[in-house]
Nanobody, 115 residues
Framework: QVQLVESGGGLVQPGGSLRLSCAASTSVFRFYDMDWYRQAPGNQRELVATITTSGSRNYADSVKGRFTVSRDNTKNTVYLQMNSLKPEDTAVYYC?????????WGQGTQVTVSS
């Protein structure tokens, strides 16, 4: 069983930045494709960003140019740098790790963008 622990959420003003981290409890983290999802109240969970084992990145249109996903395999950690935050980015952010048929989720971290 792999545990994923997110951190770095909080309250930020519009236009501000946050950096989320997701630490994985596995020594084979480098073999996992990693995703960031978010879920706002009343909305379905949506895929925000993906980084594969080879480092390829994909983003939802709503965050392109503002969010950057990265990983450090030496620290078993994936990051989501969020810039130019908007109120509509407010949500609980989850990281997910995929390896074959296995899919693990973190507990989520709240991001609130408000003045």
């Amino acid at each position: 069983q792999v545990q994923l622990v997110e951190s770095g959420g909080g309250l930020v003003q519009p236009g501000g930045s946050l950096r989320l981290s997701c630490a994985a409890s596995t020594s084979v983290f480098r073999f996992y494709d990693m995703d960031w999802y978010r879920q706002a109240p009343g909305n379905q969970r949506e895929l925000v960003a993906t980084i594969t084992t080879s480092g390829s990145r994909n983003y939802a249109d709503s965050v392109k140019g503002r969010f950057t996903v990265s990983r450090d395999n030496t620290k078993n950690t994936v990051y989501l740098q969020m810039n130019s935050l908007k109120p509509e980015d407010t949500a609980v952010y989850y990281c997910s790790g995929r390896l074959g048929l296995k899919n693990y989720w973190g507990q989520g971290t709240q991001v609130t963008v408000s003045s």
